[in-house]
């Protein structure tokens, strides 16, 4: 048999996901399959919006080995518990979403069911006093190790806030050493291969032509492979998630850092707030059907935490997905594959599970369709869940006070996120489907965290005594307020860790 291996694996477009694909495909592939080349047009900025990541980030930086402290210093790193959300389920109401469980299930029953019986008998803490992310976080503090007493366990989930660009940077000069080539220039043309309509070559705005086996698309939302040369197609979700625009600032960071995310719900869409070492990132996502650009930049202006620190940028979008995100021998990341907003910090995410199935099902020569088929099929189901996830968020208001709160409130959703939340208000279980992101206690803290409430709990609860519950919730509530008390405050950890130094 001839050798069909991939001879050479061209990269267009560098920022955050140019340089994820470049660094784990460097390491991975180890030089035996061709030159690595991205070409990166010094014309384009990095959007930016991606600077807070959810817990597999850590795998990641783990299969690039690198060393997490370093990470933190090279990146103005922070570290991440979970999300606050404010003023999303009604004005002046707040709650948690935390990465990990909340306490720990006993006897194969979830925690939260336990707790909703108790909860019918009268009074009861707040269910986010079960979880120490989110009590830790609270507190200003990180509990970023495990810790086990009697046989109970706290699982502990982070995640990370980091400056995109210098992530960026620094997986450049991790690619770079691995052999990886950069080019400083603008793709002006694609020529297609005319048997097959795989794109043959690329030629620069030097006159150079570029050949490759395999083309990864990190062009942004112009998709320049993708879409502009293979016309791949793209699925609107503008009916479910009505934002279409983002306006962007950097401000001076005021007072102790945060190890958490902030989203503001706002009268037009809602304000993101991730604290960095050297500063604060801001933004106002925001549907221009509902508030002018102008006025949506006063708002984030009148709602940052100390001094704007550059121009706000506007940042316009269509949400959805790319009808194929693996299309002839081009595979596209980031948002080249689409766009969700960065609610639930997915961006980083998906470009990573991106990779994650390209080295999985990496194709020859050929790239066989049905590689790419299995690709498309769990690249799809995995926008398709996350996007319902993060319509949750809309539906489940009571909010009034504003044409955008109204119609998101009234609005006909997807059957697969209605199926969800009629399984859960009937039983208080989450229904769930193989591969999902957002697991049990995702969807149970943004559901209860969002006044929706199951009308029963699950009766295999009743088959304990209610002081026996009480009991053993009791003991999982001390346990989570002493070891919150215990962990070090976020700032002294990246004193330690992070090279902080303020």
Not at 263 to 279: F, N, V
């Amino acid at each position: 048999m001839s050798d069909q291996r991939i001879r050479s694996i061209a990269i267009v477009g560098g920022g955050t996901a140019g340089w994820m694909a470049a660094a784990i495909l460097a390491r991975r592939l180890g030089g035996k399959f061709g030159p690595i080349r991205v070409i990166e047009s010094p014309e384009i900025g990095t959007v930016g919006v991606g600077e807070a990541t959810i817990p597999p980030i850590r795998l990641f930086n783990s299969a690039l080995g690198l060393d997490e402290n370093e990470f933190l210093r090279r990146t103005q790193g922070t570290l991440k518990l979970g999300i606050e959300f404010r003023d999303w389920a009604r004005r002046g109401h707040a709650y948690f979403h935390p990465f990990g469980v909340h306490g720990i299930d006993r006897e194969s029953l979830a925690l939260h069911q336990s707790w909703l019986r108790l909860r019918a008998l009268g009074a009861v803490p707040s269910f986010e006093e079960y979880s120490l992310n989110t009590v830790a976080a609270r507190l200003g503090r990180i509990a970023a190790t495990r810790s086990s007493e009697e046989g109970y366990t706290v699982a502990v989930a982070y995640a990370f806030h980091f400056d995109a660009g210098l992530y960026a940077a620094y997986l450049r000069e991790y690619a770079e050493a691995r052999g990886v080539v950069r080019l400083e220039r603008k793709v002006v043309e694609v020529t297609l291969k005319g048997e097959n309509g795989f794109i043959e070559s690329l030629r620069l705005d030097d006159g150079a032509r570029i050949e490759a086996d395999l083309f990864i698309d990190c062009s942004g939302f112009r998709g320049l492979l993708i879409e502009q040369a293979l016309k791949t197609g793209y699925e609107d979700w503008t009916e479910w998630l009505p934002c279409d625009r983002a306006v962007a600032v950097p401000c001076e960071s005021a007072g102790a850092l945060t190890p958490y995310t902030r989203s503001t719900a706002r009268g037009a869409g809602w304000q993101w707030r991730i604290p960095l070492q050297h500063r604060i990132g801001n933004g106002y996502v925001y549907s221009s059907r509902f508030i002018s650009d102008d006025e949506a930049t006063a708002t984030l202006l009148g709602n940052l935490d100390g001094p704007a620190r550059a121009e706000p940028r506007i940042l316009r979008f269509t949400t959805g997905r790319r009808r194929k995100v693996w299309n002839k021998n081009c595979i596209a990341l980031g948002l080249a594959s689409g766009f969700l907003e960065p609610l639930e910090s997915t961006s980083i995410h998906l470009i990573q599970k991106g990779l994650t199935h390209l080295l999985n099902l990496f194709p020859d020569r050929a790239c066989a369709p049905h590689l790419a088929a299995e690709f498309n099929r769990v690249a799809i189901h995995e926008y398709d869940r996350i996007r319902d996830f993060i319509i949750l968020h809309y539906k489940a208001t009571t909010r009034d006070d504003s044409p955008l709160w109204r119609a998101s409130r009234d609005m006909p959703i997807p059957e697969s996120l209605a199926y969800k939340m009629e399984q859960f208000v009937n039983s208080g279980r989450v229904a769930r489907t193989g591969g999902d992101l957002f697991v049990t206690p995702n969807w149970v803290a943004v559901l209860m965290g969002q006044d929706v409430w199951p009308r029963h709990h699950d009766p295999l609860v009743d088959q304990v005594p209610a002081a026996e519950v009480r009991s053993y919730l009791s003991h999982v509530h001390a346990t989570i307020q002493r070891e919150a008390m215990a962990a070090p405050l976020h700032e002294e950890y990246l004193a330690r860790h992070g090279g902080m130094n303020r």
